[in-house]
């Protein structure tokens, strides 16, 4: 049976095939901003490849800590920069 990423019927994470289902406790507020996090970091990626990634190299399997996204007011702060920066730059060429 092939598995997907989310159950369509909550949302949630469904492991890939061979890999058992795990429960975590996290608050509520903490798993969204998890996820949230993830797809702003890579939208192709979840709270699981996340977590699993941060297993691995907690126990040493990798080396390389996954890079965090750029949180969401400097991610704002940062785009607002780059209209403004594109719209000066649009205004000296014109």
Known sequence: MRMTDTRPDTGDPV??????FRRIRLDDDLWERLEVAAKRQD???????????LARWYVGDIDELPQRPVPEKDAAIRERQAERD?????????
């Open 15 to 20: 492991p890939q095939e061979g890999t058992p």
């Open 43 to 53: 939208p192709d990626s979840n709270r699981s490849a996340v977590l699993r990634r």
């Open 86 to 94: 594109a719209a000066r730059r649009k205004r000296d060429a014109g």
